[in-house]
């Protein structure tokens, strides 16, 4: 796994020899100068440090920080099942290496990125001894990207999913031993024994008790289903089951699913092709009541994230932007594996398409006490119990990746109560959530560099979770999704807070 040319690189500079041969001129040429429309500093612009408040960090420790778990290299390739074992071939389904993604998302604001390429019929050898060592080498690249290694795992019984692997020492071996004993396509001959939902509680049970937890989260949930509510291979059961065995591990789903630039090519947006996205988000998601709240209503901690799932450039006739290009997970963090990771389970996490918004805080405060995304803050109901509300967001500091300065035209305020564990595992929908509030332009105050908008829940009586959604849109709901440019039609959405009375 040693390379003269790399410990050359680890000495020095990047020379401009060392990047064509490992990442191509095309990448070479973006990573020499600013991507056409991009604006990659606002990225170290815009960033908040943590004010070490309500125990999350030391002061200046942690910040919102730009990433994508969802991108593949030419390591998503196919494989030749006429020899034994299967022979690999590269570059078949994606088609970019390992290292070209980390240099684009460096220049489009990224700080961290996971490589999650598809699986195959061994293919747990050709992640440990082929994908892994480039890995190694674009870590020793680009520095400046904190590069995850996992795998788009063929989960059973489900469509696919991140499988996001801690870094330690043994990294590779750990992701070998759970890809080997549990993808789904990895066996040769074929085990159908693998695609059952047994089978993912075994995964997922297995994963739980590993000394290095790895994070688990749901690819395009809802991109097999053919209608509003009428699911396909990912089922609101299998979600309930899965978070129930290994709730630190299975920790939620793409709100925002990748191949959003599909219409810039005549397809839909994610590859929804039997059921749309709404405003490019899964319906899972985007409905007011529906499934994310439905599971947030009772009480569980699962989160959103937005990915690029990029395999091959719109530019290039395929449907996807480049990591950071239009879709981003924010995490608050400090630029360290093991933080990003916790801040991605604990859900200190929103996200934005288009470069929407580079910031977001949403706080919940009462009777002295205050929380944020992802936690919870616990009060009396002794006395009228009034919960107030901040959103502050910050606009971004330049053009997102089309050129464009985006401008928020509406923030919603979206509230619902916890109600605990529903008796139908297979429930959909949480009836008490609605949007309690709608602001303007004319709703918020500027201060500093960012947005404010301040709100009082009037006497809240049970426990609640608030979240928070904007656009650049007038659609008072997101609506269904054709062909029209993703660039036109940008939302960003928070994870919840979470209100417990005692």
Same mark, same amino acid.
């Given at each position: 796994?040693?390379?003269?040319?790399?410990?050359?690189?680890?000495?020095?500079?990047? #020379?401009?020899?060392?990047?064509?041969?490992?990442?191509?001129?095309?990448?070479?040429?973006?990573?020499?100068?600013?991507?056409?429309?991009?604006?990659?500093?606002?990225?170290?612009?815009?960033?908040?440090?943590?004010?070490?408040?309500?125990?999350?960090?030391?002061?200046?420790?942690?910040?919102?920080?730009?990433?994508?778990?969802?991108?593949?290299?030419?390591?998503?390739?196919?494989?030749? +099942?006429?020899?034994?074992?299967?022979?690999?071939?590269?570059?078949?389904?994606?088609?970019?290496?390992?290292?070209?993604?980390?240099?684009?998302?460096?220049?489009?604001?990224?700080?961290?990125?996971?490589?999650?390429?598809?699986?195959?019929?061994?293919? #747990?050898?050709?992640?440990?001894?082929?994908?892994?060592?480039?890995?190694?080498?674009?870590?020793?690249?680009?520095?400046?990207?904190?590069?995850?290694?996992?795998?788009?795992?063929?989960?059973?019984?489900?469509?696919?999913? *991140?499988?996001?692997?801690?870094?330690? @020492?043994?990294?590779?071996?750990?992701?070998?031993?759970?890809?080997?004993?549990?993808?789904?396509?990895?066996?040769?001959?074929?085990?159908?024994?693998?695609?059952?939902?047994?089978?993912?509680?075994?995964?997922?049970?297995?994963?739980?008790?590993?000394?290095?937890?790895?994070?688990?989260?749901?690819?395009?949930?809802?991109?097999?289903?053919?209608?509003?509510?009428?699911?396909?291979?990912?089922?609101?059961?299998?979600?309930?089951?899965?978070?129930?065995?290994?709730?630190?591990?299975?920790?939620?789903?793409?709100?925002?699913?990748?191949?959003?630039?599909?219409?810039?090519?005549?397809?839909?947006?994610?590859?929804?092709?039997?059921?749309?996205?709404?405003?490019?988000?899964?319906?899972?998601?985007?409905?007011?009541?529906?499934?994310?709240?439905?599971?947030?209503?009772?009480?569980?901690?699962?989160?959103? *994230?937005?990915?690029?799932?990029?395999?091959?450039?719109?530019?290039?006739?395929?449907?996807?932007?480049?990591?950071?290009?239009?879709?981003?997970?924010?995490?608050?963090?400090?630029?360290?594996?093991?933080?990003?990771?916790?801040?991605?389970?604990?859900? !200190?996490?929103?996200?934005?398409?288009? @470069?929407?918004? +580079?910031?977001?805080?949403?706080?919940?405060?009462?009777?002295? !006490?205050?929380?944020?995304?992802?936690?919870?803050? +616990?009060?009396? !109901?002794?006395?009228?119990?009034?919960?107030?509300?901040?959103?502050?967001?910050?606009?971004?500091?330049?053009?997102?990746?089309?050129?464009?300065?985006?401008?928020?035209?509406?923030?919603?305020?979206?509230?619902?109560?916890?109600?605990?564990?529903?008796?139908?595992?297979?429930?959909?929908?949480?009836?008490?959530?609605?949007?309690?509030?709608?602001?303007?332009?004319? @709703?918020?105050?500027?201060?500093?560099? @960012?947005?404010?908008?301040?709100?009082?829940?009037?006497?809240?009586?049970?426990?609640?979770?608030?979240?928070?959604?904007?656009?650049?849109?007038?659609?008072?709901?997101?609506?269904?999704?054709?062909?029209?440019?993703?660039?036109?039609?940008?939302?960003?959405?928070?994870?919840?807070?979470?209100?417990?009375?005692?």
């Amino acid at each position: 796994m040693q390379d003269k040319d790399l410990d050359d690189a680890g000495r020095g500079q990047l #020379s401009r020899r060392q990047l064509v041969k490992y990442a191509g001129v095309g990448a070479t040429l973006a990573a020499a100068g600013p991507f056409v429309g991009a604006d990659p500093a606002r990225a170290d612009e815009d960033r908040r440090p943590d004010d070490g408040k309500d125990g999350r960090g030391r002061p200046g420790t942690r910040s919102w920080r730009a990433g994508d778990h969802h991108v593949h290299s030419e390591y998503s390739g196919d494989f030749d +099942t006429t020899t034994n074992p299967p022979t690999f071939r590269k570059g078949a389904d994606a088609v970019y290496p390992i290292v070209t993604n980390a240099i684009m998302a460096k220049n489009f604001g990224l700080t961290w990125a996971m490589c999650t390429d598809h699986g195959g019929p061994t293919h #747990s050898k050709v992640n440990l001894e082929q994908a892994y060592p480039d890995l190694l080498r674009s870590r020793r690249l680009v520095p400046e990207v904190l590069q995850f290694w996992g795998m788009e795992f063929d989960a059973p019984a489900l469509d696919h999913h *991140t499988l996001m692997i801690p870094r330690h @020492d043994d990294e590779a071996k750990q992701l070998f031993e759970l890809e080997s004993r549990f993808a789904k396509r990895d066996p040769f001959p074929a085990d159908p024994g693998r695609d059952t939902e047994a089978k993912m509680v075994e995964f997922l049970r297995v994963a739980r008790d590993m000394p290095h937890k790895p994070l688990v989260i749901a690819h395009h949930a809802s991109r097999s289903a053919t209608g509003l509510g009428v699911y396909g291979q990912d089922t609101p059961r299998e979600f309930r089951n899965g978070n129930d065995v290994a709730p630190d591990v299975y920790v939620g789903f793409e709100g925002a699913p990748g191949h959003q630039a599909g219409p810039l090519n005549g397809g839909p947006r994610g590859g929804y092709g039997s059921h749309p996205t709404y405003g490019g988000y899964d319906q899972m998601t985007a409905r007011v009541g529906g499934l994310w709240d439905a599971l947030l209503g009772e009480g569980r901690r699962w989160w959103i *994230t937005a990915t690029s799932d990029s395999h091959v450039h719109w530019s290039r006739g395929g449907a996807d932007f480049w990591p950071g290009e239009y879709s981003k997970t924010y995490v608050l963090a400090r630029q360290d594996y093991g933080d990003i990771m916790d801040g991605l389970r604990h859900g !200190r996490v929103w996200v934005t398409t288009g @470069d929407l918004i +580079t910031s977001l805080d949403l706080t919940a405060s009462s009777q002295g !006490r205050s929380a944020a995304m992802g936690e919870t803050v +616990t009060v009396s !109901r002794r006395n009228r119990t009034d919960v107030d509300i901040e959103i502050r967001f910050r606009p971004p500091a330049g053009t997102n990746g089309n050129g464009d300065r985006p401008q928020v035209r509406r923030v919603d305020l979206i509230v619902g109560r916890i109600t605990g564990p529903s008796r139908d595992l297979d429930a959909d929908t949480n009836p008490t959530t609605s949007v309690v509030a709608r602001f303007g332009p004319r @709703d918020w105050r500027r201060e500093g560099a @960012d947005q404010v908008i301040r709100h009082t829940l009037r006497g809240v009586e049970t426990d609640i979770y608030a979240r928070v959604r904007g656009t650049s849109t007038d659609e008072v709901e997101p609506l269904a999704d054709g062909l029209e440019s993703p660039w036109s039609d940008l939302w960003f959405y928070s994870n919840p807070v979470f209100v417990h009375l005692r």
